[in-house]
């Protein structure tokens, strides 16, 4: 049986935890979080009440902390170390943004779902650094156990990602502006989602011409179906496909970045 514990899960791993780590270093907590809405947000979704940042909501400092904390296990989860036990910690981490957030965004809640599809194959993961190609195979029984565990999980994944880029881009579709071609330059203008003020006197005036904001709309739809098609492609491509998937999600974090 092939062993799922590759460097490549780990790349996928430091990444998550990275792009989550980007915003918690680089934005202000009045930005990320409105602790005097927590209250609320607890009566309706009860959940909320495990998070991080309300756990630590009583003060500045406190929540200054609680970003703290959130930082280092990030830090350490995106560099790889023993991710046995940094599984957990990841997810909670993650769950506890996603939930309590004053500016929640779809990727944030994938983070945290993908956080959470991965504590078994981390738990099963022996290594030191989640970066080792090579580990004794000892083919037992138990680690062929192991081995389904983690396989099987990380199926599930593929599946979730693959059904949310083919939801995505086919929803799009009954959007007006999506299916008129300007849906980036409106996203792209948004006053909490679009673009930092340093870059917006280049793409404005790209963003303008109908030709250039048409391609870039419709060719994030095509891009998303595409990613979704991945499932069920020949691995061969599957390189090809990274370089513009992760070029397609860059914007997004650095974006977040205050």
Known sequence: MKRPWTNVYGVARSLLAFGLLSQLLFNSMDVLFRPERFGTLVTAVPASRFSLFYLLSGSRTELELARWIAIVVLTVVASGWRPRFTSVLHWWIAFSFAITTAVPEGGDQIGAILA??????CLTDSRSWH???TLLTTNSAAEGIRSVVASSSLTVIRIQVALIYFWSGVAKLSTTEWADGTAVYYWLIHPVYGMNDWIRPVAVPLLTNSVIVTVLTWGAIALELLMASALVMDRRWYQ???IPGLAFHAYHTCARIV
């Open 116 to 121: 959470l599809l991965l504590i078994p194959v």
């Open 131 to 133: 970066w080792q190609t």
């Open 240 to 242: 090809r496909l990274l």
